[in-house]
């Protein structure tokens, strides 16, 4: 009589909450500091209007807003993001009129601008401070979401800690078993590593218009900012019991 083929044998692997003297645990850190060039850089433009009359502010507000966009536009694919933000029309009182009577009317719009060509960089912001009641702030050095310099600053980490753990159980004379967790303990993704000369102030807020046609300024020599990137793990291991 033929007995039934013989079926595979597997193994259920074995968790191991707690540790025991069998299946001794170590938990290491791992780290990884990455110094990179930006991919994008950032400016902020405030556009300014003010007078007595609440339309022909508004009108002198869409014309300077007009001439802003066009000249961000002229750069083509450099300007990789353009979006309006804040636009504010406030009437300001005289003071200390009771009748409440409106001494002028205020208003400004917030452009944001990301940039991925920093040779043009200098030129832009100059022209754009430039422009008649027109501020420019910064610019922001930054990466994009999705560079590969995140992920690999995120291998690094595990590399590290999974050569951290190896060093302890070494020293134990032993090797490790298996992982049991992995935790991405990241507080922050990306910074500049200094602030550039350029930083985050002003670069210009001009004064009333003038009929007058200049040609455009001298640009500015803007260097970018190393971008810092950190990334950190903790891992949790099982080792093979050391003799001690």
Not at 141 to 154: E, M
Request: a negative charge; hydrophobic letters at 30%.
């Amino acid at each position: 009589m033929t007995s039934p083929p013989t079926q595979p044998t597997t193994t259920t692997p074995q968790h191991h909450p707690h540790a025991t003297p069998d299946t001794p645990h170590l938990t290491v850190r791992g780290e990884a500091e990455l110094e990179v060039d930006p991919e994008i850089a950032r400016i902020t433009v405030t556009l300014t209007a003010r007078g007595h009359d609440r339309r022909t502010t508004l009108d002198d507000l869409t014309h300077r807003n007009t001439t802003a966009l066009d000249l961000l536009k002229s750069y083509g694919d450099t300007v990789e993001n353009l979006s309006t933000g804040t636009l504010t029309l406030r009437p300001e009182l005289t003071p200390y009129d009771r009748d409440e009577h409106i001494h002028t009317h205020h208003g400004t719009i917030h452009l944001t601008a990301e940039l991925t060509d920093f040779t043009v960089l200098g030129e832009l912001t100059t022209r754009l401070a430039d422009l008649d009641l027109t501020r420019v702030d910064g610019p922001s050095w930054t990466l994009r979401p999705t560079s590969p310099v995140h992920r690999t600053a995120r291998r690094h980490a595990v590399h590290d800690a999974v050569r951290r753990a190896k060093e302890y159980a070494e020293a134990l004379d032993t090797t490790l078993a298996a992982l049991l967790e992995l935790t991405d303990t990241t507080t922050g993704s990306a910074r500049p590593r200094t602030r550039s000369a350029f930083g985050r102030s002003a670069v210009r807020f001009s004064g009333a218009a003038t009929e007058i046609e200049s040609p455009d300024p001298e640009p500015l020599d803007l260097e970018p900012q190393r971008i810092h990137v950190c990334a950190e793990v903790t891992a949790r291991f099982t080792m093979n019991p050391p003799r001690l």
